[in-house]
């Protein structure tokens, strides 16, 4: 089992910047990529970013893409995902997830990860 807990999230102008966090416990030595989605009331959830647990190698959503990038510190077991240039339309619940399937890139629909955090607000107000 892996335990993911995001942070991070709140209120900010369009045009400015957050930066969400997920702590990530557990068999955390068995995860292969971790990502970041987010899902607007009545909507599916959308996929944002990716990163591979062991190189770092990443994959950005195109609607995001320039704007936010994913991160990780694999000796802290943390998770980041920068949002720059924020506007109105990234207004969701970010979640945080992990995968231990070993395909990269990994699939961008929610089905690809069997690990979720709870979600975290973030709100881009214009």
């Known amino acids: 089992q892996v335990q993911l807990v995001e942070s991070g999230g709140g209120l900010v102008q369009a045009g400015g910047s957050l930066r969400l966090s997920c702590a990530a416990s557990?068999?955390?030595?068995?995860?292969?990529?971790m990502g970041w989605f987010r899902q607007v009331s009545g909507k599916e959830r959308e996929f944002v970013a990716a990163?591979?647990?062991?190189?770092?190698?990443?994959n950005v959503a195109e609607s995001v893409k320039g704007r936010f990038t994913i991160s990780r510190d694999n000796t802290k077991n943390m998770v980041y995902l920068q949002m720059n240039s924020l506007k109105p339309e990234d207004t969701a619940v970010y979640y945080c997830?992990?995968?231990?399937?070993?395909?990269?890139?990994?699939?961008?629909?929610?089905?690809?990860?069997?690990?979720w955090g709870q979600g975290t607000q973030v709100t881009v107000s214009s």
């Open positions: 990163v591979m647990w062991s190189i770092g190698l990443t």
């Open positions: 997830a992990a995968t231990t399937t070993q395909r990269w890139p990994p699939g961008t629909g929610k089905d690809a990860y069997g690990y």
């Open positions: 557990g068999r955390t030595f068995s995860t292969y990529v």
